[in-house]
């Protein structure tokens, strides 16, 4: 189990997770919709279009470190509903189950690009970073200096310090295509679904059912509607305070921006012939061409 630790997270608090058959992780590369696989699965589970608790509350991110890793895993176990975990953690960071399905969605990176650079301009850090330390205090434990680089003004440069960035433990191009190939070479006996970004726009309800299907869930056919509409990208900014992560805790500037675009192609406004053709060689140099050519739609 490789260790992914930053100022944000902990993977290792999955060592004390125990299990249960048919759990479900929502293991994403952050900005690829994390949140949307979390309202998805609400929906399929809950089988009711309006949310009863914060979703955060109903799917926590165990790996977080502004929560204290006892009381995230003493809320799981006193779940009772099937449940389904967020993490940013690739699948070899994660206990594997042969019990338990692992969802990954992936999206064209240059567009995870640019919804990061909201989900910055958007993040209350001092906050966060407060509420971590307390819980550090807490739990017992050190509190890592932050690892978040600064990052130029401009945008193209910005996007490019994401794209070149080669540490592990912080969201990048190369973290990104990483965490993709985890899934895509997952071993036999494990359960884990790739999904693409791209189709849960053009066919939510397709790829609803067809989760639903994977899940061994069924959902009659007079609740598809209004489940569709739920976990629809408008929907879930209009409901964003139960929606948001951890939109209780205020750790955002404003919890609808956090549904910015949710749209494909955004990065055609910024990067130009030149930064496209680096953009080819950077991702063929650190991604298999197998997973470079699926999360591109084959048009990289």
Not at 111 to 134: G, I, K, P, V
């Amino acid at each position: 189990m490789v260790r992914y630790r930053a100022s944000i997270y902990d993977n290792y608090h999955w060592r004390d997770f125990v299990f249960r058959p048919g759990d479900i992780v929502i293991s994403t590369p952050p900005k690829c919709g994390t949140t949307w696989m979390q309202m998805i699965c609400a929906m399929l589970i809950f089988q009711e279009p309006v949310l009863t608790q914060p979703l955060s509350v109903h799917s926590p991110f165990l790996d977080t470190l502004t929560r204290s890793r006892r009381d995230v895993l003493a809320d799981l176990e006193a779940q009772k509903h099937r449940r389904f975990i967020k993490t940013h953690t690739p699948l070899d960071g994660l206990p594997l189950e042969e019990s338990v399905t692992y969802i990954c969605v992936g999206r064209d990176p240059r567009d995870a690009a640019l919804s990061l650079e909201n989900h910055w301009e958007n993040f209350d850090l001092a906050s966060f970073m407060t509420t971590r330390d307390t819980t550090a205090a807490i739990d017992g434990a050190t509190a890592e200096p932050t690892d978040i680089p600064a990052l130029p003004d401009n945008a193209r440069e910005r996007f490019w310090c994401w794209a070149d960035y080669d540490r592990p433990g912080l969201a990048s191009l190369r973290g990104m295509l990483h965490h993709l190939q985890t899934f895509w070479d997952a071993a036999d006996g494990v359960d884990a679904v790739l999904l693409h970004y791209d189709d849960l726009l053009t066919d939510l309800e397709g790829q609803m059912r067809g989760l639903a299907d994977r899940l061994g869930i069924t959902v009659s056919d007079r609740r598809w509607p209004a489940l569709v509409n739920a976990a629809s990208f408008d929907e879930m900014r209009a409901q964003a305070a139960l929606t948001a992560p951890d939109a209780h805790d205020g750790v955002w500037r404003d919890n609808q921006r956090f549904f910015n675009h949710g749209t494909s192609g955004q990065w055609r406004d910024l990067l130009d012939d030149d930064d496209l053709e680096r953009y080819r060689a950077r991702t063929n140099a650190i991604g298999s061409a197998d997973v470079v050519d699926w999360v591109h739609r084959g048009a990289l």
